[in-house]
């Protein structure tokens, strides 16, 4: 009977455990936006993607969001929302091509970036999907 109980208990853990993944919606899984560019990634609906970005000094921003490089077929729509610490939003973008550009004057705090998309998952088409942001402090 125990034997059975653990057989039963390991089979379910094998299937259940994908279940529990994270997708990077939460900026404690290392989404911290610094100048440069993010590796891409995708994005699927229901799936939003959290970063987190953090102003020592008042600074013009600038992120901008670009397609996997060779993808035939443009990205479903995409939004991204800029967050500051208090919960407002400051600024809010939307693009039906997958691309999208912040360009905000902002003062030193903590801000984070939301950014979601539109999109069927499955089949051919995952690097349709997929995304990098390109981040650039003035």
Known sequence: MIKKIALTAAVVSMFSLPAFASFGTSASNGNILQEG??????????????YQ????????VR?????????????????AQLIDAQ???VKEVRSSGGEFEIREALQAGQYRLVVSGNSAPGGDGWDAHRYSLHVAFQ
Request: aromatic residues 2%; glycine residues 8%; charged residues 0%.
């Open 37 to 50: 560019s993010t590796p891409s990634t995708i994005i699927n609906t229901g799936q939003p993607h959290t």
């Open 63 to 79: 992120i901008a969001s670009s397609h996997f490089p060779g993808t035939q077929t443009p990205m479903l729509p995409m939004s």
């Open 87 to 89: 919960g407002n939003t």
């Open 53 to 60: 970005l953090n102003l020592d000094q008042a600074a013009t």
